[in-house]
């Protein structure tokens, strides 16, 4: 390889690397929080989806500390919803039952500009609802 050649690829080299620095404004970073699997349950039966469901998605809310009506999606008979942060989070079952519950996030990769957050424990008055890897999260109506 002649010597033109080798300048010009570690002067490309240093320009896509450098070029990369200090540009995190042009970079689209996740938002803070994580997709969390909702499941509305009693004595194990799905509420929701299940062949007995006694549940209407137009009989769900969710709300946080900060915004009233947070949308969810219904996807392959589940219930999935963006938390966005460390809030509180209360989800409303029409004439059922009431549930108040919160989330740790911790960053799981990071780069220059960006890091990626995911749910490591959800509680829920006190009690533990989920500890590790919380991507889903089950409701139990009495």
Do not use: W
């Amino acid at each position: 390889m002649s010597r033109y050649n080798s300048t010009l690829i570690l002067v490309f080299l240093f320009t896509s690397i450098f070029s990369s620095c200090g540009d995190c404004h042009k970079v689209d970073c996740p938002p803070y929080g994580g997709m969390v699997e909702i499941n509305i349950v009693k004595d194990g039966d799905d509420l929701v989806f299940g062949p007995s469901a006694s549940i209407s998605l137009k009989d769900i809310k969710f709300n946080s500390t900060l915004e009233e009506n947070i949308s969810f999606t219904s996807f392959n008979d589940q219930i999935e919803i963006f938390l966005q942060g460390e809030e509180e989070y209360t989800l409303d079952i029409s004439n059922q039952d009431s549930f108040k519950f919160s989330g740790k996030l911790e960053v799981i990769n990071s780069s220059e500009c960006c890091s990626i957050y995911a749910f490591t424990k959800f509680t829920s008055d006190g009690a533990t609802l989920c500890n590790s890897h919380c991507t889903s999260l089950s409701f139990e109506i009495d």
